[in-house]
């Protein structure tokens, strides 16, 4: 097999702070490591699916994501394959500021493969990812899951529905 055998799709986890957002990718990933960038510290994992196939999570800081024009700049220069992003469920104060990354992400590209992780669904005073939505106003276009951010198997679906989403195709 050759290097040009291999594809590397690089997937952006998002979310306002205390998310899950490094709870999902220290789950998901095989490897994972923090990366000073001028000013700010990334966090990425990497997840070989097969031999051919590579994905590259990374976290930007999440303190910036409030930040419009940081947030419309990280969009159109990071050439990410697909978004997910990560809402705390239980916070419902902070759901206003979660819509606007979303709003933000879709207004850039109304194509770019997004994925919304409800993460704490464990949790007794979470939302249900239905009422998420519901409350959101989040179109069927963007799949709204539950999730658990060191549940594998949750963590996996929602990989595998942002998969679903960049080959143009539904996970139903």
């Known amino acids: 097999m050759s290097d040009?055998?291999?594809?590397?799709?690089?997937?952006i986890v998002m979310g306002l702070?205390?998310?899950?957002k490094s709870s999902f990718i220290q789950t998901i990933s095989d490897e994972v490591h923090r990366q000073q960038h001028a000013f700010s510290s990334w966090f990425f994992g990497r997840l070989a699916v097969d031999q051919y196939l590579t994905l590259q999570f990374?976290?930007?800081?999440?303190?910036?994501v409030a930040d419009f024009m940081w947030m419309r700049e990280l969009v159109g220069t990071m050439r990410a394959a697909g978004y997910i992003?990560?809402?705390?469920?239980t916070r419902s104060q902070s759901f206003g500021k979660f819509a606007s990354i979303?709003?933000?992400?879709?207004?850039?590209?109304?194509?770019?493969?997004?994925v919304v992780a409800t993460n704490k669904q464990d949790q007794p005073s979470a939302w249900s990812?239905?009422?998420?939505?519901?409350?959101?106003?989040i179109g069927s276009d963007v799949p709204v899951l539950p999730c658990v951010a060191n549940n594998r198997a949750l963590v996996e679906e929602v990989v595998v529905q942002l998969l679903y989403q960049m080959m143009g195709q539904t996970g139903d």
């Open 102 to 114: 979303l709003y933000t992400i879709r207004g850039f590209d109304l194509t770019m493969p997004v």
């Open 129 to 137: 990812h239905e009422d998420i939505r519901i409350g959101l106003h």
């Open 85 to 89: 992003l990560m809402v705390d469920s």
């Open 4 to 11: 040009s055998d291999q594809q590397t799709l690089k997937i």
């Open 58 to 64: 990374a976290e930007p800081p999440s303190g910036k």
């Open 17 to 20: 702070p205390n998310a899950g």
